[in-house]
């Protein structure tokens, strides 16, 4: 099956700073990759997602990066803010049903 | 104002006592799932639905029980099979499966505790 790992599992930045989360998957299959963000008590929500065919997207500060070659992808947060603060997983979807869920990093953002 | 229910959203079980956890989506999405999560892991599948009367098994699904008798709703039951069922529940939705429409939305998730 697939397997997801995730690096680091905790992320403390300076606000105005960058945040990259790396990621790498074990099944050249893995077509698409989302990025979950959630805080504490509540369900993970989307926040950038990146299909196979596409090695680079991004949405105002938040970018994905996708190596298909390598199989790794990364989430970059830039000019970090506190509500960034946060466990960020990244997820690979394959077998056409399934997600694998990274462990998780949890980010802080320091005032 | 479209999205995922789940209620409720602290639950409190004695062991040997089955519960079950209420999911609703009112996003017409045909796929529906069931994940679980422990502090400082990802998410797990517990149990996953394609459509109205059919579900499959994910990778836990030993101690669970579904039911899809409604395409908006997905109630998981947590038996008395269940080892170590204390964790937080999280259901979660997609247009349907396979790619392109696969983009799952979760709701907030139920607490269980056994005590």
């Known amino acids: 099956g697939e397997n997801v790992e995730q690096h680091p599992s905790t992320l403390s930045v300076q606000e105005g700073d960058s945040a990259v989360i790396k990621c790498t998957y074990s099944?050249?299959?893995?077509?698409?990759f989302p990025w979950y963000k959630q805080e504490l008590g509540k369900g993970p929500q989307l926040i950038i997602d990146i299909r196979s065919n596409v090695g680079e997207k991004k949405d105002q500060r938040i970018a994905v990066t996708l190596n298909k070659t390598a199989k790794h992808f990364s989430l970059h947060i830039t000019e970090t803010q506190p509500e960034d603060s946060a466990v960020y997983f990244c997820a690979a979807f394959w077998n056409d049903y399934k997600l694998s869920f990274g462990a998780g990093t949890t980010v802080t953002v320091r005032a | 104002d479209g999205g995922i229910t789940q209620s409720p959203k602290y639950l409190f079980r004695k062991e040997g006592q089955n519960v079950t956890l209420s999911c609703e989506q009112n996003?017409?999405?045909?796929?529906m799932y069931w994940y679980r999560q422990d502090p400082g892991q990802g998410l797990r599948l517990i149990y996953y639905s394609q459509i109205v009367n059919d579900f499959q098994k994910g990778d836990i699904a030993e101690g669970y029980s579904v039911s899809r008798e409604k395409k908006e709703s997905f109630p998981l039951t947590v038996t008395s099979a269940q080892k170590n069922p204390t964790a937080f529940y999280l259901c979660?939705?997609?247009?349907?499966?396979?790619?392109?429409?696969?983009?799952?939305?979760f709701g907030p998730g139920t607490r269980l505790t056994v005590l």
């Open positions: 979660a939705s997609s247009i349907a499966l396979g790619q392109g429409t696969d983009t799952q939305y």
């Open positions: 099944d050249s299959a893995s077509n698409y």
């Open positions: 996003l017409n999405h045909d796929a």
